[in-house]
C-alpha cells in the first residue's frame, strides 16, 4: 500500500468503456510524517476522495481488486481515506 495526498484530478472525455463515470485522481506519495516522496500516481478513486486528503493506494493486481474494478485495465485505485497516522518512536 502507498501513502499519499490527493493534489488533483484528471478529466479524461475519452477512456475505456469499463471506466466511465470513474474519478480519476492524481496523488503524491509521501511518508508516515507527510514528506512528499516519489512521483505522481493517477489512481482511480473508489472511496469518494477529496482534494487535500490523505489516501491509501495499492497498485497493479491489487488494483483491479477493488471494489468494482474485477477485470477493469487499472494500475492503481484509492481504497482508503486515512483519518490519522500515529508513528511511535
Do not use: H, N, W
Not at 41 to 58: C, H, K, Q, S, Y
Not at 59 to 70: F, I, N
Amino acid at each position: 500500500m502507498i501513502l499519499a495526498k490527493v493534489v488533483g484530478t484528471v478529466v479524461a472525455t475519452r477512456k475505456d468503456p469499463r471506466l466511465v463515470s470513474s474519478k480519476l485522481l492524481i496523488a503524491r506519495p509521501m511518508d508516515p510524517k507527510g514528506k512528499p516522496e516519489g512521483s505522481y500516481v493517477v489512481a482511480i478513486d473508489t472511496v469518494d476522495a477529496g482534494f487535500g486528503e490523505t489516501v491509501l493506494i495499492v497498485s497493479g493486481s491489487s488494483a483491479r481488486m477493488a471494489s468494482g474494478l474485477k477485470d477493469c485495465p487499472v494500475d492503481a485505485a484509492i481504497v482508503g481515506i486515512v483519518d490519522q497516522i500515529e508513528i511511535k518512536d
